[in-house]
């Protein structure tokens, strides 16, 4: 039990960081801006449900395309290190808002993807289930879940309790440490290989 819970807050945290709600929300508000409460709710719903669908069938579809092309969890670590990174880099030097910013109509896409569930979300995913057993990723990504329910449904209230500037900045904050969590993954693949080879 005690090393469940423990792998359940190292599933839950890069999850948590990956999602990055402080920038998701002001993106969420302006998607439904002039909406009804009712409408507003419905749509919530139904993205974050299309959300734990998609995550789950690409958790799935990762392991099988694995076996498939012979990618070691070792390649991917290392792989998936470099594209989180990337993305940390990206939030860190732009604005976030305009970087993730969706075009086309609102509704599951794209609320569900790919402001909710991103490559950075689905890259950890992975890496998590190989690292830590699927059953605590899923059960932290769900926890994740409710987390952007509850934080969209009371997404005006949030924002206006830390203001535009200090979401900009908890958002800057979560970047870094994406960016920490991506060196720590390249660094783990890198050693487990070079374990193999001596």
């Not at 005690?2 to 929300?25: C, M, Q, R, S, Y």
């Not at 290392?78 to 030097?93: C, E, H, N, R, Y």
């Amino acid at each position: 039990m005690e090393n469940f819970l423990k792998a359940l807050v190292n599933t839950f945290i890069p999850i948590f960081v990956a999602i990055d709600i402080f920038v998701v929300l002001p993106i969420f508000i302006s998607i439904t801006e002039g909406m009804s409460k009712a409408k507003s709710s419905a749509i919530v719903r139904e993205s974050v449900l299309t959300a734990l669908a998609v995550s789950v069938a690409f958790i799935a579809l990762g392991e099988v395309i694995f076996g498939i092309l012979g990618i070691t969890t070792n390649d991917f670590k290392i792989a998936g290190g470099l594209v989180l990174l990337v993305f940390a880099i990206l939030d860190i030097v732009k604005h976030g808002e305009e970087r993730r910013r969706p075009s086309g109509r609102m509704g599951v896409v794209p609320i569900a993807v790919p402001l909710i569930i991103g490559p950075a979300v689905l890259t950890s995913l992975l890496v998590l289930v190989d690292h830590y057993g699927i059953l605590p990723t899923i059960v932290s990504l769900m926890l994740n879940l409710v987390v952007v329910y509850f934080s969209f449904i009371n997404a005006e209230a949030i924002t206006k309790l830390f203001g535009r500037g200090g979401i900009a900045a908890i958002s800057k904050i979560m970047a870094i440490l994406l960016a920490s969590i991506a060196i720590m993954m390249i660094r783990i693949g890198m050693e487990n290989i070079i374990k193999v080879k001596s």
